[in-house]
């Protein structure tokens, strides 16, 4: 695969005329776009119709949570729009994502099935307030990626500080979706945790999600260049996929 299949850009617009803007001006220089749950429903949907239209990869970032039955149900409407990637939550349980599975692959066997662990955004605290648990989030993370990869799923959204990880414990073709990615020449904005395009590469991540660095810059199609360029680089000294 090459490096412009690699990067996702998020399409964190709460509006479709924004979004179609950015997708306009990048034209073939991004082939794949994240629509998360506040486009999607603003565009009720129909944001994923468009960009299908112009031949793009679509990840339907929706994170799914709910009973096997209605979270599998979920999941063939997101199979019949033949997107690239969707997603559900790992904490669903192994038997929701085995069903998610059973019934997405019945429609098509393309669609990547990705799984959510923990949330980044839950602190250590919060996992132990929410969860009654002293266990680390890195060994809850690894232990929903486990079960992730048991109910057949393909693979997880992770940060790139733990892609390599995954790749160790859970092999090459398990993949690995990883946010959190900042090129040396752009703001962090709130995510802690960064790595660049090129280091997230050699490091095991299969994709990069990255919004900000792209939709916030003055030249967005410079920015996808220079992204893809780093990726370029990275894949050329040898990522882990
Ligand atoms: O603008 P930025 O590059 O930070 O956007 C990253 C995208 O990835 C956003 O859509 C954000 O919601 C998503 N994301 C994240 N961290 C996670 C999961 C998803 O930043 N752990």
Not at 161 to 184: D, H, S
Request: charged share 30%; proline share 3%; with cysteine.
């Amino acid at each position: 695969m090459n490096a412009k299949d690699r990067l996702i850009i998020a399409l964190d617009f709460p509006t479709m005329d924004k979004a179609v803007e950015l997708v306009e001006k990048l034209g073939d220089t991004a082939s794949f776009y994240k629509v998360g749950l506040e486009l999607f429903l603003n565009s009720k949907g129909k944001m994923v119709e468009y960009l299908a239209e112009k031949g793009k990869k679509i990840f339907l970032d929706l994170k799914f949570h709910d009973i096997p039955n209605t979270t599998a149900m979920a999941s063939v409407f997101a199979a019949k729009e033949n997107v690239f990637m969707f997603n559900v939550h790992a904490s669903g349980g192994k038997k929701m994502m085995a069903k998610v599975v059973e019934e997405a692959k019945k429609i098509n066997d393309k669609s990547l099935l990705i799984a959510v662990t923990i949330l980044t955004s839950l602190s250590e605290e919060e996992v132990k307030e929410t969860f009654m648990t002293e266990v680390s989030i890195k060994e809850l993370a690894m232990n929903l990626a486990r079960l992730t990869k048991e109910a057949g799923m393909d693979g997880v959204v992770c940060s790139p500080w733990e892609a390599k990880y995954i790749k160790e414990a859970l092999g090459k073709e398990f993949k690995t979706v990883c946010p959190g990615v900042r090129p040396a020449w752009s703001a962090t904005n709130d995510q802690t945790r960064i790595m660049t395009p090129k280091d997230a590469m050699l490091n095991g991540c299969d994709f990069l999600v990255v919004g900000r660095p792209i939709t916030k810059n003055e030249d967005p199609v410079n920015a996808t260049k220079m992204v893809i360029a780093e990726i370029e680089e990275g894949l050329k000294e040898g990522n882990l996929c």
